[in-house]
């Protein structure tokens, strides 16, 4: 069985025209961090050419009514994160934390490991998180019933159309998001328009709801989500500034990766995994007590996301995927604010809506939990 679920993928792009064409239906469209780097090569660009501005530009002219970036819930989710890796430090609670944006990892967990769901962070994933805000914080602002909003995700990934069919992930019965299209059938619908993608002028994503830092574009590849989540959780737990926001140590491409990072006086062990073969050797050693580690990163595509099934096709050529990781970070570098605490529409959300990170009411729309599974 493909981990990614890449050998069921179902075209939704049709999904996608009748919402655009629905007269009373508000389409909001978020991408991945991923898809800036990769979505290029479907129109003879070179591999790792950024493509961000472009990106939001052809997304306007499909029709989307909002145009929004999943890196703003990228940065949600290490607000979201960060705390909760804290408060598991400080009250001992269940250790190591591992990350839980990858939705095949966290298939993978719930039906080969399914005594450890409880390992897993509760946060749900950055598109998930944006899903739930734009149909709450964001409609209220609007002045727009939910129902008639229509979010659909551009992911890197095939998993993430299963992901957003969990009926835990809803709220109040509705889904969060209620589309998922692939980086490929995205290139195909802006060739079923008819738009010349290399010829567009950039433009930026709307705000709120499109404001990012360099630590959500990190997100797309592998050590990205714990490096962002070690540049928030170091100014909170210490109090004092990060200067230097990159952590080398934990970046890379080898399958299984460790670094240690001095916080305050403790040193946070940290395991990092992509691939699912990979994961499995940390996995074991967590039900076996002999893990070290208090926090590991798991994704399932080698690369991570910037590897994902739904990505134009590499066809097993790393240096491909290498030059989208070099792109990542390069975009990450462009990025005048790098830390997601200091996103200044995040900041905004939690003043105006959600209270205290890891609250009752981020709890709620944010979090969730895993359920233990039949083996397959
Ligand atoms: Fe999807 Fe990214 Fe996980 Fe691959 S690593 S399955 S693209 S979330």
Redesign the pocket.
Known sequence: VCP?AALTEVNHTRKVWEALHHPDKYVIVQAAPAIRVALGELFGMEAGTIVTGKLAAALRKLGFDQVCDTEFGADVTIMEEAKELIHRLENGGRLPMLTS?????VSFIEHQFPELVDVPSTCKSPHIMFGTLAKTYLAEKLGIDPKNIVVVSVM??V??KAEAARTELSIDDQDNVDVVITTRELGDMLKEAGIDFDKLADEEFDRPLGESTGAATIFGTTGGVIEAAMRTAYEWITGKELEKVEFHQLRGMEGLREATVPLDGQQIKIGIAHGLGNARQLLEDIRSGKSQYHAIEI???PG??IG??GQPYHYGNDEIVKKRQQAIYKEDERKTIRKSHLNSEVIKLYEEYLGEPYGELAHKLLHTSFTPKERI
Do not use: I, L, N, R
Request: with cysteine; glycine share 18%; hydrophobic share 30%.
């Open positions: 990614t944006c990858c939705p095949a990892w890197p990934c998993a993430k994704m399932a595509c991570g996301c994902g099934g």
